[in-house]
C-alpha cells in the first residue's frame, strides 16, 4: 500500500513536472514583457536573457519575474525590478500584465504621473512605487484594485489630494504616502462612510496636511499605526482616538497641534509609543515610551566645551530643557559582547584577544563574575566576527564539529568551529549566576553557498535545523535567552559575506516562526534581532519591508568610527569632537528609518568597538577610550536607540552608580588637555515663551570625577574623585561612593576628565 501511494505521488509529481516544462507563457504577458524590456536600461536587459520571460528552454525565468501555471499557460504574477536607477516614464505595458498580483518597481528613478490604467490590475494584492519621482497626482483608479492590501507611494514627489476613493479597498492593510507634496485634510480623506475597514497602518508623514485630526478617525478600528508627523496639522487630539483597539503607535510630532492629550492615551493597553514633540500643547503633556532622555545632549556639550576651549573660556551655563524628552532607551542600555576570536586572533603584529573569547575564557573567574553583577543587569551578547562559522553540537542535522583552526582561504582567515553543550552548559551557568540578560547570535550562514558571479555574495536559503537543535536543548536546560540575532555583518556591502536583502528578510520570517513555535508563550518568548552590520540605507528599508510588520523586535547595526586599529590619527580623533560627531547623521538615519518602515521594532547598536581590528593597542584599552564610548552613549540614547552594545566585555571599564535616585544625571565630558570648566545647570521649564531659567537648589549634588593617573589619557589605571580605582584583596569592586556639594555652587569639570553629576532637586516632568 506504501509503495502504491509512494508510486502515485511519483506520477503526480512527474506529471506535474513535464505541464510546467511543456506549458507556454501566455502571449500577452510575452508581448507585454518585451515591450518593457525595450525600454528600461541596460541594468535590467543584461539580464533578461531568451524570449520568453518564464523561462526558454535551459534558461532561466527572467530575473525579477515571477510566473505560474493557468491550464495550459503560464501568466506573469510578480514583476519586482527595483533598486536598479531606471530612469525615464512608468512602462506602461505593466498594466497589460493583468494577472499581477505583485509589482515593484520601488528605488529608482521613474519619472512623470503613475498612469491610471495600473487600476486594470484587478487581482493586485502589492503594489511599490515608493522612492521614485513620480510627480501629479495619486490615481484614484487604484481604487479599482479590489485584492489590494499593501500600497507604498512614499518619497516621491506627488502633489494634490490623497483620493478618498481609496478608503472603498476592503482588504487595504498599509497605506504610505508620506514624504511627497500632498495637500488636504484627513476629513476629506475618510468622508466616505466605511472608509478603510481593514487599515492597520496609515502614513501621511512628511506632506503639507492641514486641518485637525477628525473624531471619526476611530472609526478605523483595525488602525495600529497612524504616522502624521511633519505637515501643517492643528486643533486638539480627540479622545475617540483613543478607542481605537489596537492603536500601537502614534505620531503627531512636528505639527500645530494645541491643548492637552486626553488621559485615555496614557491608559491605553497597547499604545507602546506616542511622539508629541514641535506642537502648542499645554505644558505638562508627555510622550509615551519608556526611559525619558532629557533635552541636553552629550554631543552639544562636547561641541561646547571644544568652541569654549579655543577662546579660554571657563565658566559654561547649560540649560536643560526638562519639561520634554528627546529619546527614549531600555533598562540594560548599557550592553556588552563576548566574542568567539581564538587566541591566535592577531592584527598589527600583535595577538591581544588571549584567552578573552567565549571557548576560552576562564568562565569561573571571580572578577569577570563580579563585574556582570554589579551592572544589575548587563545584557552580553554572545556573537562576533566568527559566529557565522559557529556549528552547534546538539542535535543530527552537524556531523562534523571541528575547533577552530587558521586557514587562509576561511572567512576572516579561520575555519568552522564548534560550540559543544557542555561549554555551552558552562556559559548559562555564567549567565545565571551573574543575572545577565543574554543575546544569542546565530550562525545565518548555513546552508548557504558563494554566489558564482560575485566573490562576497551568499546564496540560498538559510538552514534552520541546526538552530532548532540548539533552542530545544536550551529551553529543555532551562536556560534564559531574551533574544536570538540572526547573522554578524552580512548586510549592504558585507564584512567577508554578504546577504541580499530579500533573501535576508526571507530567513529572518523563519527565524520569527521558529521562535514562536519553540517559546509559544508571548510573555517570555525571545525577541528577534538583526541584522547585526553596518547601517546601509536601502539594504535596511527593503529588509524591512519584506520582512513585515512584528518581526524584527531590534534592528541592529554595527558602529567602528574611528577607522582602524593601526591608524596614526587614533588618538587624535578619539579627542576631537568634531570627527566624533560625524557618525551622528548615522544614529538619525537609523531612527528615521525605524520610525518609518519598522516603528514595531528599535534601534539598537548591536555591536561598537571604536577602532576595528582588535582596536588600538595604546588607546582601546585606555582612560581615553572612555571619551568615545561615553559620547557614543549619549549620541545613540539622544536619537532613540534602546541599547548600545560595546565590543568586547573584556574591555568595558565604565562608572556603576548603584541605586535609583529622583532628579537627573548628567555627563560631562572634558577632551580639551589645557582648559578647566566652572558649570551652572539651569532648569528651562518654558517651551511656549520666552527664555525663564531658574538656578536648582535644594538637596546635595553628588559628583562623581574620572581623571587618569598621572594626567595621562593612554594610562590604564583611573582615579575616581582623586581615589585609585582597585580591586578589593577580594577581587570585589570596591565602593563608588560621590562626593557632595553646594547644589548652587558651579560643577568644577577639570582638563582630560569625566563627570557624573546627579541632580537630587531638579524638577524634570519628563522623568516623572
Given amino acids: 500500500m506504501l509503495r502504491l501511494a509512494f508510486s502515485l505521488y511519483l506520477i503526480f509529481t512527474l506529471a506535474l513536472l513535464l505541464n510546467l516544462a511543456h506549458s507556454k507563457t501566455l502571449k500577452r504577458d510575452v508581448k507585454a514583457l518585451n515591450e518593457i524590456k525595450a525600454s528600461l536600461g541596460w541594468r535590467v536587459v543584461y539580464s533578461w536573457v531568451g524570449d520568453d520571460p518564464c523561462s526558454d528552454g535551459d534558461l532561466p525565468p527572467w530575473s525579477g519575474v515571477t510566473c505560474s501555471t493557468q491550464g495550459d499557460y503560464r501568466v506573469v504574477t510578480e514583476l519586482q525590478v527595483y533598486a536598479v536607477s531606471i530612469v525615464g516614464l512608468f512602462p506602461t505595458a505593466v498594466t497589460n500584465l493583468l494577472d499581477l498580483t505583485r509589482l515593484n518597481l520601488r528605488w529608482n528613478k521613474f519619472q512623470d504621473v503613475i498612469p491610471p490604467e495600473i487600476g486594470e490590475l484587478k487581482g493586485l494584492t502589492h503594489l511599490y512605487l515608493s522612492f521614485n519621482n513620480f510627480k501629479g497626482e495619486i490615481p484614484k483608479e487604484l481604487a479599482n484594485l479590489p485584492e489590494l492590501r499593501y500600497l507604498y507611494l512614499h518619497e516621491n514627489r506627488l502633489s494634490g489630494r490623497i483620493p478618498p476613493e481609496l478608503g472603498t479597498l476592503q482588504n487595504l492593510r498599509h497605506l504610505d504616502v508620506g514624504n511627497n507634496h500632498l495637500v488636504g485634510t484627513i476629513r476629506e480623506l475618510i468622508r466616505i462612510g466605511g472608509s478603510f475597514p481593514a487599515l492597520r497602518n496609515l502614513y501621511l508623514n512628511n506632506n503639507y496636511l492641514t486641518g485637525g485630526i477628525p473624531a ?15 505637515n501643517k496639522m492643528s486643533g486638539i487630539i480627540p479622545s475617540e482616538l483613543a478607542h481605537i483597539p489596537r492603536l500601537t503607535y502614534l505620531y503627531l510630532d512636528h505639527n500645530q497641534f494645541s491643548g492637552r492629550i486626553p488621559i485615555a492615551f496614557y491608559k491605553h493597553r497597547f499604545l507602546k509609543e506616542m511622539y508629541i514633540e514641535r506642537n502648542s500643547f499645554r505644558p505638562g503633556v508627555n510622550p509615551i515610551g519608556f526611559h525619558k532622555v532629557l533635552e541636553i545632549k552629550a554631543v552639544s556639550f562636547l561641541i561646547l566645551l571644544a568652541l569654549f576651549s579655543l577662546c579660554l573660556a571657563e565658566d559654561v551655563k547649560v540649560a536643560v530643557q526638562g519639561v520634554t524628552s528627546t529619546g527614549t532607551t531600555d533598562d540594560n542600555f548599557v550592553c556588552a559582547t563576548l566574542d568567539w576570536w581564538p587566541v591566535n586572533k592577531c592584527d598589527y603584529d600583535q595577538c591581544p584577544w588571549g584567552k578573552a573569547g567565549i571557548l576560552n575564557l576562564d568562565l569561573k573567574n571571580k572578577i569577570l563574575s563580579n563585574a556582570i553583577k554589579a551592572f544589575n543587569s548587563l545584557r552580553i551578547r554572545v556573537g562576533g566576527s566568527l559566529q557565522d562559522q559557529v556549528l552547534y553540537k546538539v542535535g543530527n542535522s552537524i556531523k562534523k564539529c571541528p575547533h577552530f583552526k587558521l586557514r587562509k582561504d576561511g572567512l ?56 532548532r537543535d540548539l533552542m530545544k536543548y536550551t529551553i529543555t536546560k532551562g536556560y534564559n535567552i531574551e533574544s536570538y540575532e540572526l547573522g554578524n555583518e552580512l548586510c549592504g556591502s558585507g564584512v567577508g559575506a554578504r546577504v541580499a536583502a530579500e533573501q535576508y528578510a526571507k530567513d529572518i520570517v523563519v527565524l520569527k516562526n521558529l521562535v514562536k513555535e519553540l517559546y509559544p508563550n508571548a510573555t517570555t518568548q525571545p525577541k528577534v534581532l538583526g541584522p547585526a552590520g553596518f547601517y546601509d540605507k536601502k539594504w535596511f528599508q527593503i529588509f524591512l519591508e519584506q520582512s513585515g510588520q512584528d518581526v524584527v523586535d531590534g534592528l541592529t547595526h554595527h558602529i567602528y568610527n574611528l577607522g582602524a586599529g593601526n591608524h596614526p590619527a587614533l588618538i587624535t580623533r578619539i579627542q576631537d569632537p568634531f570627527y566624533l560627531n560625524q557618525i551622528a547623521q548615522t544614529y538619525k538615519d537609523m531612527e528615521m528609518t525605524v ?20 582596536g588600538g593597542k595604546t588607546v582601546s584599552h585606555t582612560f581615553v577610550n572612555g571619551f568615545w564610548y ?44 589645557k582648559t578647566s570648566f566652572d558649570v551652572s545647570v539651569i532648569n528651562d521649564e518654558n517651551l511656549y515663551g520666552e527664555f525663564v531659567a531658574k538656578e536648582d537648589g535644594g538637596k546635595m549634588r553628588e559628583e562623581y570625577h574620572l581623571t587618569p593617573k598621572d594626567g595621562n589619557i593612554q594610562s590604564d589605571e583611573i582615579l575616581l574623585n582623586g581615589t585609585p580605582l582597585k580591586l578589593t584583596n577580594s577581587s570585589d569592586i570596591p565602593p563608588m561612593n560621590p562626593k557632595l556639594f553646594n547644589p548652587s555652587s558651579p560643577i568644577y569639570v577639570a582638563a582630560d576628565s569625566i563627570v557624573f553629576v546627579t541632580l537630587r532637586d531638579f524638577d524634570a516632568p519628563a522623568c516623572a
Avoid at 561549554?423 to 558564482?452: C, M, P, Y
Avoid at 536607540?641 to 548603584?658: D, F, W
Fill in 216 to 230: 471619526q478617525l476611530a472609526n478605523l478600528t483595525k488602525l495600529e499605526i497612524l504616522y502624521l508627523s511633519y
Fill in 412 to 467: 576572516f582567515g579561520f575555519s568552522h568551529g564548534c560550540l559543544f553543550m557542555d561549554r555551552w552548559d558552562e556559559l548559562n551557568q555564567l549567565f545565571k549566576q551573574t543575572g545577565a540578560v543574554v543575546t544569542f547570535a546565530l550562525n545565518a550562514l548555513i546552508g548557504r553557498h558563494k554566489s558564482k558571479t560575485d566573490k562576497v555574495l551568499w546564496e540560498g536559503d538559510w538552514h534552520s535545523e541546526n538552530a
Fill in 595 to 614: 520610525k518609518e518602515f519598522g516603528p514595531w521594532s528599535g534601534a539598537w547598536v548591536g555591536e561598537a568597538g571604536g577602532a576595528y581590528n582588535s
Fill in 630 to 673: 561615553l559620547d557614543q552613549l549619549g549620541m545613540t540614547s539622544t536619537f532613540n536607540h534602546k541599547l548600545n552594545i560595546v565590543a568586547p566585555l573584556i574591555c568595558v571599564c565604565i562608572l556603576i552608580v548603584q541605586g535609583t535616585r529622583p532628579g537627573i544625571s548628567m555627563l560631562l565630558i572634558n577632551m580639551s588637555n
